[in-house]
């Protein structure tokens, strides 16, 4: 395997690749395709097509059908070999992270298809140039619909940075001096997940309240987040009556889940969500749900956050 | 796979399920799949009813509930409905200015609650939600549209049937309400369908009621005429006649399950904001103080200090500027109890604080709450908004002289916060800690000034008390503890619950009549009441009364009035390790006995319950817990060895269980 020089998207490929591949069977095959894929590149580097010549040259069927879908390539028969990506002529800004952002709603199986498909869009919009953020935000706002157009829109207001005109507002309409920090944080977390640096100094320039105050009030209150949380939070029921019932079972199996899968997921844990009544119950994104509607939802986010 | 056939409603259905499978087992899941399905239809061509059985019928759990989400069969209606009812907002109309005014309300506020047309109710306090409510009110929503029936689905709160949630009730002019329980979206259809026609569904109805009261006073509403129920009606059960409801005393939770607590007018029309119109009309603020000392309530929260006696010291404290705190802190870590309550009846909580406010000549409240209760939060908020709007909260309420603003905070999450002078700190701005004690609440409180802090259910006790006077409620309980109380059970119960009932009601009583006994159906080993700081009692002690002194006596306390059950194969040391725990991770850290003391408590704990244990270790428990109780500077430390030591006291041969063999 030491002796595989990889290009970053030939890296990508393969990984992608696996990831294709039956989970069980991931760890037991890995080694074998690597022997196969260092055979093909006979010490050069391996670039993305490489990885794609050899999926579709030399692997037997039907894994070479189902991984050709997988890495978004052409089915046989079909005569016409796949356009290649026409590659930018450069980008400008933050350009590029915001093509990534809009192609990362595209789900997988397309991704591919569609990248080669937005990226001759920009081309053509930067008539040869490099491509500018007006670019993409002009091919969302045109091509992409709802609700994915206003997810990329939402994504690209908190890029390289945190959108804080929301706070700016909310602090305008709040009078007040240091009893109000607590509850301008709970909006903060509310919009953003968690408390930003950036949004917890606005605070506390604002409010007058020294930053190492701040640091205090956020620590010894365990409703804020100082580090971003995954995709979604759930947070699990662990009232003394939970555990009496061997509530941590729960919590266990989500934690391993989320170990086996790598979701994006966080958890946390609450003595007092106040549903011991219902438990085992589980707070996702701040809803409650219990029995059938808990496991539901958990396999809902699980399969979202993958 | 030759050999099936299908229709083409049924491969696009089975499509359906197969893009379901996540996508790295979808291979190796559809042959089996298919010979499953081959196996239902038994040689039939496949139709997508073929499909939708065996995924309900066949199926193991958790994919059944996965596939049935991604067919849609669990909910008909879309998840945005189920917003819009819940959004759609309760416009108030009409202002109360005087009692004429209110008396109009309460008219109004009973044509919404026994309409002549049809009212459909779906609990929807958290316990309910978190069991689908809100998809069980789309879909009644969307019943009502499709079959063109004119009624009003209302959103309500909790009764405290928490097993048989989500509950819907059927209120139709002449009938009594019937009520069903663990109502799914699919039987939405056919509710609706019985309710128009005036007829029921037997198999999901829980009760009938006929009637229910409308305050303390005894006025009622009836619902049904009052005839000998018709054939069909007889099978189902009368609500009063149920040991649920027969043995409890509702006072303080009496409209909860029954009003909106979005609309201001259900509260009136049953008898809301009487007692204020009463103490405001016809009572000095003394008199109100005077009424609430002979009725010798006591606190709800926790230390049961008298509440008559706490606000007179704090209406005799010196300052023109004093606050009433609602402390809706509810940290135990057992099942906030009162969460539901106060997602049910918020303006109870109101009209409470607005007496206490008057009472002591305050002119401004908070209610601080716990902050994971964003639901409650929410209802108590826009509670606030509507008593704003009517004029039941500003200046000069019903043309007294007397006004009165309310906030809602929501904290920070810190157990601590539920210590009063904790609480106040939160409530600045500051740090989750206690403060020095004296000075106390009453006279240097919230920003210095003279501040009344009470638990919630304290606050929503006084209307009654006010309303119906003093003597009348200090003749209920016990001659320790006057009323009733609110308490939730949890742990091993086969139907967790919360339920009101008169104080110097015996414990294990309370666990049978409402709970159903232990879920498991063997015998209750232990229990605990007060939260993680009450004692943990042997089955011996089931004979004890709700009553502060005698559990106080048995070495625990009533607290805010959790119940919590274990049965025979609970390891109680291992739970003492638990809430050993909860009170590491919940110490403020402020004072050093409690600071180092339960982490030293934690680490030998944690070593017995391991089954580690030494005889030495058992001796500096004791030792530490005397220290600590003496030592620590609140309530928490003081009492964080508790439940290690009551369990070392009734159980011993469970802890003998966990000696290491080799050195005792
Ligand atoms: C650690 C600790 C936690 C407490 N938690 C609560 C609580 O959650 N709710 C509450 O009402 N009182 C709580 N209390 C009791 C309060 O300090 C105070 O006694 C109570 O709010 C007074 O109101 P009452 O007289 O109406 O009971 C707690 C006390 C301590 C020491
Ligand atoms: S006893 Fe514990 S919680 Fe109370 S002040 Fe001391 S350290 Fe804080």
Redesign the pocket.
Known sequence: MSDIKWLPDGQKTFDKLMAAVPEAMRDAIKPKLLQMLAGKAAGQPVSGDLVKTWVKEDLPEPQRSALMAALGMKPDGDQKPAAPVAAAAGWQGNAEVMFERMLQEVPDMMREVFRGKLMGIANEKAKGGPIAEDHILSIVKEIVPDPFKTNILKAFATMGGVDLSNLEKLIESTPGGQETVIGLLHAVQAEFGYCPREAVTMISQRKCVPMAVMYRLLTCYSAFRLQKPGKHVVTVCTSTGAYVNGGGALLKQIKDKIAKTGANITVETARDLGCANVAPAIMVDGEIFSGVQAQAKLEQIFSESN | MADIKWLPDGQETFDKVIAAVPEGMRAAMKPKLIEMLAAKAGGKKISRKIVEAWVKEDLPEPQRSVLMAALGLDRPAAKADAAAVKKAAWKVKGAVKNAADLAKMKAAGQELLAPKTLRITVSSASCGLAKGAETVAAALQDAVKKQKVNADVVLVGSNGMSWAEPMVSVIKAGKPCIVYGNVTADAAAGIVKAAAAGKIVEDLALMRVDSIKVDVTGEKIKYAADKAPAAALAKVKDGSKIDFFKKQLKIVSRNAGIIAPDRIEEYIGLGGYQALAKALGSMKPADVIKEVKESKL????????P?GI?WEACSKAAGDKKYIVC??????PEIGLHKSFLESDPHMLIEGMLLAGYAVGADEGYVYL?DRYVLAVERVQTAIEQAEKVGLLGKNILGSGFSFTLKVKRGGGA?????????LNALEGSFAE?RPRPPLPVHQGLNGKPTV???????STVSAIVLKGGKWFAGIGTPASKGTKIVALSGNVARPCWVEVAMGTVIGDIITAFAGGTASGKKVKAFQTG?P?GGILPASQLKLKLDYDALGKAGSLLG?GGLLVMDEDCDVVDVARFLTEFFLE?SCGKCTPCREGVKRLNEIVSCIADGRGTKAQLALVKTMGEAMSAACF???G??AAAPILTVMKHFPKDVNGKMLKTIN
């Open positions: 006591r606190g709800r929260g926790g230390a049961g200090f509440a706490k402390n809706g802190s509810e940290g135990d716990n157990y601590v916060c539920g210590e009063e002078t904790a609480l206690p802090v009470n638990n919630l259910e304290t606050l939260g700081s805010s919940e609140c309530a928490l003081k009492t």
